[in-house]
């Protein structure tokens, strides 16, 4: 498939625009949490993070249909830093992070007010986690490492397929490096398909993973999940220019 400036432009703006709006509903979410406590306030909160939820899968939907014209362009993205690719699972988080995250803000939590929750007082944030809902985390966690393994396996098979035929035959019959051909650009869409193919399956993966995740928390906790998971995002994001920066990458 060919990669024209016009694809990788629109790559770009969808990633900049996305970013951008991951600003704008940090501090729309930033905001909710100074909701004072009252009968609709849960209300109030699902609602907030229903919109969150459609903003990700209406960013996962648009990115989707350009990958099917430039997926590669997606598992090692120009837009994104070299820090942030570094990390990158089939072109984003793992899954199972969004879970890490959870454990990771309920134990910190759970320090920072130690002796507020010895006094008994409560603020019903993820470090008031539940024995019910932690068994239900761990069981998505379990279920999610699962299902990446599966994908992981995919994407080994995918990248294997490149030692293997019709590309092995193509380049030792290939008279040169530049040379290129009807049966290379076949070989190399057909493969383009099975990669886009499975960044969908991951996408899909990411989204469920994340609405498993909403489901097993109560409002406020899932307003102080997206918090932080936004907060990290910007915060890989802007760290990463800055390590680019010093290391001479514009």
């Known amino acids: 498939m060919a990669t024209s400036s016009g694809d990788q432009g629109q ?3 969808c990633f900049q625009k996305w970013m951008h709006l991951q600003e704008v509903d940090l501090s729309e979410l930033l905001q909710a949490l100074t909701l004072s406590e009252n009968g609709d306030r849960d209300v109030r909160l699902s609602q907030l993070v ?3 939820i459609k903003h990700f899968e209406e960013y996962i939907q648009q990115r989707n249909r350009l990958s099917r014209d430039d997926v590669s362009a997606y598992f090692a993205p120009a837009w994104c830093t070299s820090l942030e690719n570094s990390m990158l699972w089939i072109a984003g988080c793992r899954p199972s992070s969004f879970i890490r995250l959870v454990y990771a803000l309920c134990g910190s939590e759970i320090e920072s007010r130690l002796t507020e929750f010895l006094q008994g007082a409560r603020t019903g944030d993820l470090g008031e986690l539940t024995s019910a ?4 985390i761990n069981t998505l966690q379990s279920k ?3 299902e990446e393994e599966q994908l992981s396996g995919v994407l080994a098979g995918l990248q294997e397929d490149i030692a293997d035929q019709p590309f092995v035959v193509i380049a030792r ?9 009807g049966d290379v650009e076949r070989a190399l869409d057909e493969h383009a398909k099975g990669m886009a193919s499975m960044l969908e399956d991951a996408d899909q993966l990411r989204i469920s993973t994340l609405k498993e995740m909403i489901s097993i928390l109560t409002p406020v906790q899932a307003v102080d999940f997206l918090v932080a998971s936004k907060k990290l995002h910007l915060c890989m994001h802007a760290w990463g220019l800055k390590r680019d920066h010093r290391h001479g990458r514009e």
């Open 11 to 13: 790559q770009n703006c």
């Open 50 to 52: 229903q919109k969150m």
């Open 133 to 136: 809902q932690l068994s239900d």
């Open 144 to 146: 999610t490492i699962k």
């Open 173 to 181: 019959t290939s008279s040169g490096a530049s040379e290129s051909n």
